[in-house]
């Protein structure tokens, strides 16, 4: 069973279980004449919504790409989870206008034994499959099902601070009814916030994680031929399809069969490892006793010698074109890239007087 598969299924199993508990409560209700708990049950089938969202935005994601969509439709995940973050920060905001309601005009509950029963059930029903469902998430990557999953934990939670509340007026007479209800919204808010966060970066554009780009360099590194891998750039088109792009240093003794040999062979292991599209570029480092490998050695030594470079990378040489040019990445304190590009240049400059110099500022895309 794939991804996709998993989703749809797990989706499936929250529908299910919201169904059987809004039948054992109408079944209830139904039968204690009373209203309230059948009214409940109508809501537990509006709770089921979440996995309809997620099974409809999985199955349009697996459409097939087209000339508009070349790289297909993934990131449609990306917006079932935002609809669902919208729907659980909607609920946390409903809850504590309600909660504050109850702070300045508090009600005596009113519980039978039927209605605690019902509660208790939905208690359990709710944490079982709400810790289900967003574990799928998490080990499926799906912010779709993580949302769902902890609006299913959520009504869990704010169904047992109710029952809590209730037991303290019962024992004591003091209702915090309101209060915990309010504190129970705001930390739904909050995680309705951060939910939303997760797919709307992705959407946005976030920086792939230092770890994956470490992982993403060393493999790359471990080709023969590669001697460092610089520029790596990734974007995400949905869980299963990513584009990238990197450079790898060769040897400029390299001839252009066995470049093209070794950038397929990257390119093929890239997309069969991580589902990345990957474009591999080359720069060429000098070799042998000559004038070029001479500067290259003198420029970079010069430029990875200041305090504000972090990398430098990607040195040119051309005495028919009178340039040398070289790429460097400064540290996140500098603002002005064009300032910066200036400076170096003025430094580089004696080296090669007669010449034309070019740096160019790059920039580190992961965290």
Not at 109 to 125: E, F, G, H, K, R
Not at 215 to 235: A, M, N, R, T, Y
Request: aromatic share 6%; charged share 20%.
């Amino acid at each position: 069973m794939d991804r996709s598969q998993e989703i749809i299924r797990t989706s499936w199993i929250g529908i299910a279980a919201n169904v059987l508990l809004a039948g054992f409560k109408a079944a209830v209700g139904i039968l204690a004449s009373s209203v309230a708990i059948v009214m409940d049950a109508v809501n537990n089938l509006s709770d089921a919504l979440s996995s309809v969202i997620t099974i409809v935005g999985t199955k349009l994601s697996q459409r097939p790409a087209d000339r508009k969509h070349p790289f297909g439709f993934g990131r449609i995940e990306y917006f079932s989870a935002i609809i669902i973050a919208v729907i659980v920060l909607s609920a946390g905001i409903t809850s504590l206008i309600e909660s504050v309601k109850k702070i300045f005009d508090p009600t005596e509950p009113s519980y039978t034994t039927t209605t605690l029963v019902v509660i208790v059930v939905a208690i359990v029903v709710k944490l079982i499959l709400g810790r289900y469902v967003k574990h799928k998430g998490e080990q499926l990557k799906s912010d779709a099902l993580i949302a769902s999953g902890s609006d299913a934990l959520f009504d869990a939670v704010i169904t047992l601070a109710t029952l809590i509340s209730a037991g303290v007026m019962l024992l004591w007479g003091v209702s915090l009814d309101g209060i915990l209800g309010a504190l129970i919204s705001i930390v739904i808010i909050k995680a309705g916030i951060e939910m939303l966060a997760s797919p709307v970066n992705e959407l946005l554009g976030t920086s792939i994680s230092a770890d994956f780009a470490k992982q993403i360099q060393k493999e790359v590194s471990d080709f023969e031929g590669v001697h460092g891998v610089f520029d790596l750039i990734l974007h995400n088109y949905g869980p299963d399809i990513k584009i990238g792009s990197l450079h790898i240093n060769v040897y400029d003794t390299m001839s252009a069969h066995e470049i093209h040999g070794l950038t397929r062979k990257i390119t093929m292991q890239m997309i069969e490892r991580h589902g990345i599209i990957m474009t591999v570029g080359v720069y060429a480092i000098a070799t042998g006793d000559n004038r070029r490998a001479e500067l290259q050695t003198k420029v970079m030594q010069t430029l990875a010698a200041h305090k504000d470079i972090v990398q430098v990378h990607g040195f040119y040489y051309s005495e028919k074109e009178n340039l040398l040019s070289v790429d460097v990445v400064p540290d996140i304190s500098i603002h002005d890239d064009a300032a910066f590009a200036s400076q170096l240049t003025r430094e580089i400059q004696p080296l090669v007087p007669d010449m034309q110099v070019a740096i160019v500022v790059d920039h580190n895309y992961s965290e």
